[in-house]
């Protein structure tokens, strides 16, 4: 899987969340430029700006931003000349249609830019513009940059907090991004939305989707079908056949309704995709992931394109990520990927929280101080039960709270792996290996279950050669609890993508387990 976490460009952080605080200190008038020198032949006075702000209500931050982005103009004009709108102008109204397209997002669109746009479109020339209509036009392109911006690049003003998501939100610097939009020389215009790699590879099958979307979608396939095994010849197995080459799992043109090889795999790779159990038979719960409409798997899209629009800049460093919907563990070194493996994660009375934290210390064999929700609704009616409910689980009072003692038989297994945080979160060994077989692993209290928690001990101590394989291997079953610092910090993110493109170029999709999609769909499509 490709890292889904984490934005690959240079932008650094500027924009607030909160409108209304200027940043940084306001870019002091460049009094140098004159017409002389200056690229623009044309420039107005900067009270006509002041009257902008003033009739158009903007807010401190946007008022904040187009007075920077003109002082450091002196006020010569970005969009136009005196023949009419210049190349950055069509360019730009180019790449506002282009976003909208892509993102089903209306909230940039300017009919003021739509007309001039279609008047030019039709007669090759900007309509004849008096001084007063051309500053006016001048200020809304430059507004409607700085919308776009904000939107294609910051993202929907949800509070990421309100959806359970408590990753520090990404931020970027403005100026910057409008400057490279407005030096546009004839690039692609599709490289001026958001820097991310991952989000561009969404965008691409968004257009892919949008496109079957248009066309009336692929159909419902009938439940009879899961019945099927290979080698039947019925009808119902053309309409699986068609459904799967809609979206490339299956790529012969035969369209036959025998149930043949090449089917048997398309459905793997469905299954695949969809985090279900490779099977190659469409059973129902296969059926039904087939059956999904393809404007459920749009917003689904977009939902995930939101958050990445959050994300922090990618470490160069050692990272984990934890993808909680499809119960995966990925370990990046130095910023590339290395290795993964399944995880148990919390159920859904108990979500795993999406945050980060830096990885400080692995614990060999381990005491689980039990917390106390779990002393309440468990371990207390145990006790009233049996008096030697304590002594059976291997556990002991501890200052008033209750533990269970290291060994095979303790619930986080033979090491853990802390990440000091709030939420009391960690990654660690279970001596309930049989969940790791499950394709939906939402099982835990909270914290994250590893299924190769000795290959992640050797790998984050892999630097260290006294911490030989033998010497870990006893640590782990030495029955004494012995805490190992790391010697540097390992980030840790905790993350919620419930469709992403992975290493194949695949498109996965996992099921909104905790109900956060759900959520961020109800604030954000309403406001669209």
């Not at 020339?125 to 001084?131: F, H, K, R, V």
């Not at 911006?149 to 990404?170: E, S, T």
Request: charged share 25%.
């Amino acid at each position: 899987m490709r890292s889904l976490l984490f934005a690959l460009g240079s932008i650094v952080l500027i924009i607030s969340c909160q409108q209304g605080k200027p940043q940084e200190k306001p870019a002091e008038r460049d009094l140098s430029i004159t017409p002389v020198n200056a690229y623009s032949d044309m420039f107005f006075d900067s009270l006509r700006l002041e009257k902008f702000i003033l009739n158009t209500h903007a807010d401190d931050t946007l008022a904040s931003l187009l007075r920077d982005f003109y002082n450091v103009r002196n006020y010569q004009f970005a969009w136009f000349e005196k023949e009419g709108m210049n190349e950055q102008a069509k360019s730009f109204a180019n790449l506002l249609n282009y976003y909208m397209n892509y993102s089903h997002d209306s909230s940039v669109f300017n009919p003021m830019i739509k007309g001039l746009e279609d008047s030019v479109s039709e007669t090759g020339l900007t309509p004849e513009l008096n001084d007063s209509t051309r500053v006016q036009y001048e200020l809304v392109f430059t507004r409607q940059l700085i919308n776009y911006v904000r939107r294609a690049y910051q993202g929907n003003d949800v509070d990421p907090k309100d959806v359970k998501w408590f990753i520090p939100r990404r931020r970027y610097d403005v100026k910057v991004v409008l400057d490279s939009i407005l030096s546009y020389s004839g690039r692609d215009i599709s490289e001026f939305t958001p820097v991310n790699a991952e989000y561009n590879l969404l965008r691409g099958f968004l257009a892919r989707y949008s496109v079957i979307d248009r066309k009336g979608g692929w159909g419902t396939i009938s439940a009879a079908a899961a019945k099927f095994k290979p080698g039947d010849s019925l009808a119902e197995i053309a309409q699986i056949k068609r459904r799967l080459h809609f979206t490339d799992d299956y790529i012969p043109t035969d369209t036959s309704w025998k149930f043949n090889d090449s089917l048997t795999l398309a459905i793997k790779n469905f299954q695949q995709r969809t985090g279900l159990k490779d099977d190659g038979r469409p059973g129902m719960t296969t059926i039904d992931q087939m059956n999904i409409p393809v404007g459920t798997r749009i917003r689904q899209i977009l939902i995930n394109m939101e958050r990445l629009r959050w994300t922090p800049e990618q470490p160069k460093t050692d990272f984990l990520l934890v993808n909680i919907p499809e119960f995966k563990l990925h370990v990046y070194e130095n910023g590339q990927h290395s290795f993964q493996m399944n995880v148990v994660v919390g159920s859904t009375q108990h979500n795993t929280v999406i945050f980060t934290g830096d990885l400080a210390n692995v614990v060999f064999s381990p005491y689980w101080n039990v917390p106390p929700s779990i002393i309440r609704n468990e371990i207390a009616p145990g006790m009233r039960r049996d008096k030697r409910y304590l002594e059976k689980h291997n556990m002991e009072w501890n200052n008033g709270a209750v533990r269970q003692k290291p060994g095979p038989r303790n619930s986080l297994g033979l090491v853990k792996f802390l990440f000091p945080n709030s939420y009391n979160i960690y990654l660690h060994d279970t001596p309930s290996k049989s969940l790791f077989g499950e394709s939906s692993r939402a099982f835990s209290h909270g914290c994250i279950r590893l299924a190769e928690p000795v290959k992640l001990a050797k790998w984050i101590l892999r630097k260290d050669s006294s911490w030989t394989d033998k010497r870990i291997a006893k640590a782990m079953n030495a029955g004494k609890e012995q805490y190992v610092t790391v010697k540097q910090k390992i980030p840790v993110f905790i993350g919620y993508f419930s469709s992403w493109v992975d290493g194949k170029g695949r498109i996965n999709f996992r099921e909104d387990i905790y109900g956060h999609d759900r959520e961020l769909a109800r604030k954000l499509f309403a406001e669209r």
